[in-house]
C-alpha cells in the first residue's frame, strides 16, 4: 500500500480502488455469507427471507454502506474518531459502542474460523468426520486459541498483508464454489431445495420477526454498523468514486451469499438435514457431500482451506476495526494494540468456543454461540446501523456527506440522507410491529 497525501495522517492506503474492493468482499464473504446466510435463510423460511433480505439490502443497507464508507474516507481514523466528527461526545460513545460490538462478534468469529481450520486440517489427512464429532471432544477450543494467535502475528505485520490474502482468495474460492452448486444440481434435492430458495410463502412478509433478521443480515452482509467500513474506509484513495465501489462490493456478496445457499441446501434435503439446523448447518451438511463426489477428498481439501482463508478475512477484518480504535485513542503502537486486543479475543472467545465442546455451555436453552450471533449478530447490529445512520445524516452538513463519496452527482447524497434520517423511525415503527 501507498501513504496516504495528507502529511499530517501518514495513513497507509488501499493501493487502488479494486483492492479495496475485493479486501472489503472478502471481509464479509468468509462468514457473513458462506456460513451465516443459508442458516439464516433455513432458520427463517426460505424464500420469503430472501424476498425480504434483497429488499433490505438494496433500500436500507447499501444507502448506509456509502455513508460509513465514506465518513470513514473523509475522516481517516478509527470508528470513534470517525464518529466523533459527527458530534465530539455522542459521537465518541456511539463510537465506542460499535467497537464493543465488534469485540463481541469477532470473539465468536474466530471460534467459527477454528471451525474451518480444523476441517482443513482433517481434509489434509483425509478424516473428514461429522460436527457431532468434531465437536465432542475440545477440538473447538483448541483451533480458536490457534486461530487467534495467528491473526495476531499477522496483523503485527500491517494492512498490506490483508491485500495480498484478498486478492489471492476472491478469484479461486469463488471457482471452487461454482463447482460445487454445478454438483448440487445433478443431486435428489436440488428440486426442493430450489423450491425452497425460490417458492415464497408471502404471508410470512407479514412477520416483523422475519424482517428483523432479514434487516440483520444485510447490515451483516454488507458489515453495516461493525465499524468494518468507516476502518476499511479510512484506507481508501482519495480518488476513489465510493458509490460504485460499494455497488461492486454489495453484488459480489449477494451473489456470493446466493450461490452458497444452492450449495448447502440441495445437499440438506438430499442427506435429510433439517434447514433450520443452526450455525452448524454447512459444516454438518459438507462432509458428507465430499464422501460422494468423484475426487470428492481433494476438493474437500480445497474447499476447507479457502474456506479458511475467508474465515480469516472476516476476522482480520474485525480485529483491525478494534486495533485502529485501541491503537489512536489510547495512544499506543501498533504492535502494541495487537496484543492487547489479541489477549482480550483469547479471554472473551472461550465461552463461545466451549459452547461446542464437552462442557456446551449454553444460555437460554441455545449454544452460546449461537445466542451471541442471534442477539449481537440481529439485534444490536440493527440498532447500531441506525443510530450510526441518524447520527451522520441528522448532525453532518449534506455538503460533507456529498463530499465523502467522491462523485458529481448530488443524488446519492440525497439517497443517503433520506434513509439515514428515516431509519431511526422506522426502527422504532419495528420494533412495535414485532412485539404487536
Not at 495467528?150 to 489471492?168: M, P, Q
Request: glycine share 10%; with cysteine; hydrophobic share 55%.
Amino acid at each position: 500500500m501507498s501513504e496516504a497525501t495528507n502529511p499530517n495522517k501518514q495513513r497507509a492506503q488501499w493501493s487502488s480502488e479494486p483492492a479495496f474492493v475485493f479486501s472489503m468482499a472478502a471481509a464479509a464473504v468468509g462468514l457473513g455469507n458462506l456460513w451465516r446466510f443459508p442458516y439464516m435463510v433455513g432458520e427463517n423460511g426460505g424464500a420469503a427471507f430472501i424476498i425480504a433480505y434483497l429488499i433490505a439490502l438494496a433500500v436500507i443497507a447499501l444507502p448506509i454502506m456509502m455513508m460509513e464508507v465514506g465518513a470513514g474516507r473523509l475522516a481517516q481514523g478509527s470508528a470513534v474518531a470517525t464518529f466523533r466528527t459527527a458530534h465530539p461526545r455522542i459521537g465518541s460513545m456511539y463510537g465506542w459502542l460499535v467497537v464493543l460490538l465488534t469485540i463481541a462478534i469477532t470473539s465468536y468469529y474466530l471460534v467459527i474460523t477454528g471451525w474451518t481450520l480444523g476441517y482443513a486440517v482433517r481434509a489434509v489427512s483425509f478424516n473428514l468426520t461429522t460436527f457431532d464429532e468434531f465437536s465432542a471432544g475440545w477440538e473447538s477450543l483448541w483451533y480458536f486459541f490457534a486461530v487467534t494467535v495467528l491473526a495476531v502475528l499477522l496483523l503485527i505485520k500491517g494492512v498490506s498483508a490483508i491485500e495480498k490474502l484478498s486478492k489471492l482468495l476472491m478469484p479461486v474460492l469463488l471457482i471452487v464454489i461454482l463447482t460445487l452448486v454445478g454438483f448440487a444440481t445433478r443431486v435428489d434435492g436440488f428440486a426442493q431445495a430450489r423450491e425452497f430458495m425460490f417458492q415464497a410463502d408471502l404471508s410470512l412478509l407479514g412477520s416483523g420477526s422475519l424482517w428483523v433478521f432479514a434487516i440483520g443480515q444485510a447490515f451483516y452482509t454488507l458489515a453495516v454498523g461493525q465499524g468494518y467500513l468507516v476502518t476499511y474506509g479510512s484506507y481508501i484513495p482519495e480518488k476513489t468514486h465510493v458509490p460504485r465501489a460499494c455497488m461492486v462490493v454489495a453484488g459480489t456478496e449477494t451473489a456470493i451469499a446466493l450461490l452458497a445457499g444452492f450449495m448447502i441446501f440441495p445437499f440438506v434435503f438430499t442427506f435429510g438435514h433439517d434447514p433450520g439446523e443452526g450455525s452448524q448447518l454447512a459444516f454438518s451438511t459438507l462432509p458428507q457431500v465430499f464422501e460422494t463426489m468423484r475426487g470428492g477428498p481433494l476438493l474437500a481439501i480445497a474447499f476447507f482451506l479457502l474456506f479458511f482463508a475467508a474465515a480469516f478475512s472476516s476476522c482480520l477484518a474485525g480485529l483491525k476495526v478494534i486495533i485502529a480504535a485501541i491503537e489512536e485513542e489510547f495512544r499506543l503502537k501498533a504492535s502494541q494494540a495487537v496484543l492487547v486486543v489479541g489477549a482480550l479475543m483469547l479471554l472473551l472467545g472461550i465461552p463461545s468456543a466451549l459452547s461446542f465442546t464437552e462442557v456446551q455451555l449454553t444460555v437460554a436453552g441455545m449454544p452460546f454461540l449461537d445466542f451471541m450471533d442471534q442477539f449481537g449478530g440481529t439485534n444490536v447490529v440493527i440498532a447500531s446501523g441506525i443510530i450510526g445512520a441518524g447520527l451522520f445524516c441528522w448532525l453532518v452538513p449534506r455538503i460533507r456527506i456529498h463530499r465523502s463519496l467522491t462523485t458529481t452527482s448530488r443524488g446519492w447524497e440525497r439517497v443517503i440522507v433520506r434513509v439515514g434520517r428515516a431509519l431511526p423511525v422506522l426502527g422504532i415503527l419495528l420494533v412495535i410491529w414485532q412485539i404487536l
